[in-house]
């Protein structure tokens, strides 16, 4: 029987569950379980799936949705604020990359031609892969979450010129100046079209959506959104996966992003699981096999010569040897549009059958590490760092604006330090100079250090994972320090620091979720404060509130749930309320709404409130009344109520109803 694609997507589907479920119970990462599947599945295994390029089809969907989902968490704000990251960054990552690549094969033997075709490949990362993975571990916003980001989208837009430049170096090209400025033009374009669409089509579109209330709409318009942007951005000789991106962004600032990002995620997980099965259909078992050992040394030496690359651009762009190191440890894979580009190279004879064997090879091999090296980048970091010829490394590449003597700290006593200058640092700091706090920043973001510095803010480049900028901070004479970045991992980092040279400073940290007080707390810290839980704690206080539950019972309640140190989320048990906090809840049936006079109500509009009453004979009370442009606050019985008047009552929900009809009769 001929097989059929969907045929194929369930053998796919069916073979995905049982290996990630094996690889589940093992604790190894879910996309080696889909990498493996495809090698089982594909042409060079058992032969399952033959419809190869349909499958290809629907990998590239998840890709879409994956850089459709990255677009959203961000904004065209923050993509403006990395145009350094992905300039600099990107470009020394992908000329680095090129230049040792090159270099190495041509002191083998190799032409200089097909040793910067090869580097044109190799200096490609996965944006599936590693964007997945930092999505994993919470780690998309933290710095070498952003240098990652930023690279991969340098990377996602110069591939096209490589593509473009690739028959020059194979002595066949044509007009590659004019095909340049073409693409130049059609990029401009596509930028000046996006702008136009998201100030006046889509916040309309997106509104009138809305308001039909109808969820199946919604999810349509916004695939039809992602895939549209990403279409016309891949007709302008751009990458799907970049218009996707941009597609994110434009909705990233509006109302509905986090209503998008939610439709959108069940369909990015079933997708993208495709797109692995893709890449591990692609490898020959046989030759790897038999292949084995030069293909374990070849990716060896892809592996240093990326992690290397990546690492200077994260230096050069004065980020700490330890970001620096972790975003390199990210991006040492070789990506998907590598394979694009080599296909391209076989045709113009840059690549021979041979040399294609191991470079697909070795592609996988590192695309399958990832997740093995990027869970264990924290401790690889910690090891690397120690050695001393890097401390020589970043002295010669520290900035002088940014180096830690450049600011005064010899009188700072009693003081706190604020680590991380976010919204929550930025605060804190506003709160401690109109209580005349004395305080000092640590920030490793160069350009926001230069930049506040000017604003007269007492903020120092650093990493505060060393010991070397905690006592340059006087760590020890502090009262408190103030944890509060982004990176879970980095947060660990700094606590422990902290307890290695102080055991005095009172110090509270910000996580994001509940799940990470345990650890932190284990650390030393004095006392956390987990976003996700007081984001639970101010939506039931303000509903409580709606039910007229006393203020001062409310603060009781929040007060007890915050007491001894959140004691209640470190044992895995349920919360139990003490009785009297549980009375709390005891709410009447009571409800506070607004009520418009529509019309010339006989009995209602030319009376007085003593003469409607609505105790006796409706048993609810008025509040205030809206008169026009007038708030009347202070109702008395002789208060007349109008046409057009808004009544603000209190009641219970079937007498508010029944006033309510009498109204509208």
Not at 39 to 60: K, R, T
Not at 584 to 595: A, G, Q, S
Request: net charge negative; glycine share 8%; proline share 4%.
């Amino acid at each position: 029987m001929e097989s059929t694609l969907l045929t194929e997507i369930v053998i796919i589907l069916g073979l995905s569950v049982l290996v990630v479920l094996i690889f589940q119970r093992l604790k190894l990462p879910t996309i080696l379980g889909f990498l493996l599947t495809g090698v089982i599945a594909g042409p060079h295994g058992l032969s399952l799936v033959q419809e190869s390029e349909s499958v290809h089809m629907l990998s590239e969907t998840g890709v879409i949705l994956l850089l459709f989902v990255i677009g959203l968490e961000f904004s065209p704000k923050d993509l403006l604020a990395m145009r350094r990251t992905v300039l600099v960054g990107g470009g020394l990552q992908v000329g680095l990359t090129i230049v040792f690549t090159a270099g190495i094969l041509m002191l083998t033997g190799m032409k200089a031609q097909e040793g910067i075709f090869l580097g044109f490949c190799l200096s490609l990362s996965s944006t599936a892969i590693v964007l997945r993975m930092l999505q994993d571990q919470n780690q998309i916003t933290s710095p070498q979450g952003r240098i990652s980001l930023g690279v991969l989208i340098f990377q996602d837009i110069i591939v096209v010129p490589m593509m473009l430049v690739t028959p020059i170096l194979a002595g066949q090209g044509g007009e590659i100046g004019m095909e340049l400025l073409t693409l130049l033009g059609k990029t401009l374009l596509v930028g000046a079209v996006l702008i136009l669409g998201s100030r006046f089509v889509l916040p309309r579109l997106l509104d009138e959506v809305a308001k039909t209330r109808s969820r199946e709409l919604f999810v349509l318009t916004t695939v039809l959104i992602c895939f549209s942007v990403a279409g016309l951005t891949y007709s302008m000789g751009l990458s799907l996966a970049l218009g996707a991106f941009l597609a994110g962004l434009l909705l990233a600032e509006s109302d509905y992003s986090h209503q998008a990002t939610g439709n959108i995620l069940p369909f990015r997980e079933v997708f993208t699981s495709f797109f692995f099965v893709s890449i591990g259909m692609l490898l020959d078992a046989q030759f790897f096999f038999e292949k084995a050992a030069i293909i374990l040394l070849l990716a060896l030496a892809v592996t240093a010569i990326k992690t290397g690359a990546a690492t200077l651009a994260g230096l050069a762009l004065k980020y700490p040897m330890r970001i620096a190191l972790m975003s390199g440890l990210a991006l040492f894979q070789v990506g998907e549009f590598a394979f694009i580009l080599a296909n391209i190279g076989q045709q113009y004879a840059l690549m021979n059958e041979e040399m294609s064997q191991y470079f697909l090879a070795v592609s996988i091999l590192s695309m399958a590490a990832t997740p093995f090296v990027m869970q264990q980048a924290d401790k690889i970091t910690q090891w690397v760092t120690r050695a001393p010829f890097l401390d020589l490394i970043r002295q010669g590449i520290a900035s002088p604006e940014t180096a830690p003597d450049d600011l005064n700290t010899k009188n700072l006593q009693d003081h706190v330090i604020i680590i991380g200058f976010g919204l929550n640092g930025h605060n804190l700091a506003l709160a401690a100079k109109s209580a005349q706090i004395p305080y000092v920043i640590l920030e490793i973001n160069s350009e926001t250090v230069k930049a506040e510095r000017q604003l007269g803010e007492p903020i120092l480049f650093g990493d505060a994972t060393d010991p070397f900028i905690l006592e340059h901070v006087h760590v020890n004479q502090a009262r408190v320090a103030v944890i509060a970045i982004s990176d879970p991992v980095a947060t660990r980092k700094v606590v422990a620091a902290i307890r290695n040279l102080c055991r005095t400073v009172y110090i509270i940290v910000r996580t994001r979720f509940v799940k990470e007080i345990e650890e932190v707390l284990r650390l030393g810290a004095d006392e956390v404060i987990p976003e996700e839980f007081e984001t639970s704690i101010e939506i039931f206080s303000r509903v409580l509130d709606k039910y007229l539950v006393p203020e001062e019972a409310i603060t009781a309640f929040t007060q007890g749930i915050r007491s001894e140190n959140y004691e209640m989320l470190r044992p895995m048990e349920p919360l139990r309320l003490r009785p009297k906090s549980a009375s709390l809840l005891n709410i009447p049936e009571l409800r506070f709404t607004c009520l418009t006079v529509p019309d010339e109500v006989p009995g209602i509009t030319g009376k007085s409130v003593a003469e409607i009453a609505l105790r006796q004979q409706y048993q609810i009370s008025l509040l205030a009344i809206q008169h026009g442009d007038t708030l009347l606050t202070q109702v008395t019985p002789d208060t007349l109520i109008s046409r057009d008047d808004q009544l603000y009552v209190v009641g219970k929900p079937e007498d508010i109803a029944r006033f309510g009809k009498k109204l509208k009769e």
